[in-house]
């Protein structure tokens, strides 16, 4: 029963940015550093916004006593609960349909905006021949955009079809 309000409250709380983080953890025993990088790699973030989502995330979870720090402040160390590590890697599994469904459609929007300012630079061609050549690189630039976001589409399709 303490558990289950444990992670209720944990729920509402921690940031889903931070509960990813967590569940690409392998070991329960990582660095904090390696938290951060881990963050600014998966965000785009910078070094001090992902040491604050891990800070805010680190703070709530030590309120629950569900992560150790050891190791002084320029080599601190989490020692993460293997209950928490198992119940986050399993919601995020039972999640990851969800998350792979919401992701496809952001690249699907993503890939009609491209096919239209593709055919935006074809119109050009016609309104500016003396700019033949910007715009054809423009357009060479739009095209490997699309092709790379129809193979993360694809890939997103396989994966769905998998799970």
Request: hydrophobic share 40%; aromatic share 8%; glycine share 4%.
């Amino acid at each position: 029963m303490l558990l289950k309000q444990m992670n209720q409250t944990l729920n509402m709380k921690l940031n889903n940015k931070f509960i990813r983080i967590l569940s690409k953890i392998e070991q329960p025993n990582i660095g904090r550093n390696d938290l951060i990088k881990m963050a600014k790699i998966e965000f785009s973030l910078s070094i001090e916004q992902a040491a604050g989502l891990i800070n805010r995330g680190i703070f709530l979870l030590k309120k629950h006593d569900l992560v150790y720090a050891e190791g002084g402040s320029k080599a601190r160390n989490y020692i993460f609960s293997l209950k928490l590590l198992k119940q986050i890697q399993g919601e995020h599994f039972v999640n990851s349909n969800e998350y792979l469904d919401a992701e496809k459609s952001l690249l699907e929007e993503e890939l009609s905006i491209t096919r239209y300012e593709f055919d935006a630079y074809d119109e050009m061609r016609k309104v500016f021949p003396h700019k033949l050549i910007q715009i054809k690189d423009l357009q060479e630039l739009a095209t490997l955009r699309m092709h790379k976001l129809n193979g993360k589409i694809r890939a997103i399709n396989k994966m769905i079809a998998g799970l």
